[in-house]
């Protein structure tokens, strides 16, 4: 069975003292244990959330890698760094990345690449812009996205969790309906069969990823392709984050 996932991407906030302060109070929460639930700090809060979140079954995962193995690449961290402090999961592919740090398909690529050689599991974001879905091309340039991790059959496919994150939901408060997420995902489930064949479609968790918060998750994880949710602004209060991991 494929796992219900619960993923909170902080991107660039919160202070150390804030950091401590949300992960003190998930570590005092609860949900189901049928539940996975990560967070993602920066770098510099990862050793920080490992040590505070240790006594709990909350994993702790990068929000971004460098491709290379090592060398003189000023302020990136390598897949190495990672794994050596005990990381296990990694963000790629998010929307914010491809725009403002122009990761490309190709970049991207070496950076699944990078990420699964060294053992990473990986969280690979993906999903139209406003525009494509009003012009009817989300199916498309979804696809064209999720290319980069199909055309990788020989990976370890239990290292890897799609996550369908509408641009034109990200941050905005709007977020697609669960029509519309369910749509998306039961065609992004028939690519991944198509390619990889049903086990491992059926074993592979699809996040969806755009506005999650309390009062919507639970009519978004009620869908039957969508396992969960990758969370921006709501992962940045314990009370939230741990409502949404509830709404199983
Ligand atoms: C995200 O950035 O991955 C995200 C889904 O953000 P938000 O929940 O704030 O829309």
């Given at each position: ?163 369908y ?16 997420a ?25 996040l969806y ?11 978004i ?5 969508v396992?969960?949710g ?19």
């Amino acid at each position: 069975m494929r796992k219900n996932i619960v993923a909170g991407n902080w991107k660039m906030n919160l202070t150390h003292s804030a950091a401590a302060q949300l992960l003190e109070g998930l570590a005092a929460g609860s949900y189901p244990e049928a539940v996975r639930m990560l967070v993602g700090p920066s770098f510099i809060q990862l050793e920080q959330s490992q040590r505070i979140l240790a006594d709990t079954s909350i994993q702790v995962m990068a929000q971004n890698v460098h491709q290379a193995a090592k060398g003189a690449y000023t302020g990136e961290v390598s897949t190495e760094m990672l794994t050596s402090a005990g990381i296990q999961t990694v963000i790629l592919g998010h929307s914010e990345r491809r725009e403002m740090f122009q990761e490309d398909e190709a970049l991207l690529t070496q950076k699944v690449d990078a990420a699964l050689a060294a053992g990473l599991e990986i969280v690979f974001c993906f999903g139209e812009k406003l525009d494509e879905r009003k012009q009817g091309k989300q199916n498309d340039v979804v696809a064209q996205q999720l290319e980069v991790v199909l055309s990788r059959p020989q990976a370890d496919w239990s290292k890897i969790v799609l996550a369908y994150e509408p641009v034109w939901a990200i941050g905005t408060g709007e977020t697609a309906s669960p029509e519309q997420a369910q749509e998306m995902h039961a065609f992004i489930r028939s690519l991944v069969e198509q390619r990889l064949g049903a086990e491992v479609a059926e074993q592979t968790s699809i996040l969806y990823g755009g506005s999650v918060k309390p009062s919507n998750a639970s009519e978004i994880f009620q869908q039957p392709d969508v396992d969960g949710g990758l969370v921006g602004g709501a992962s940045l209060q314990a009370e939230d984050f741990l409502a949404i991991a509830n709404a199983f």
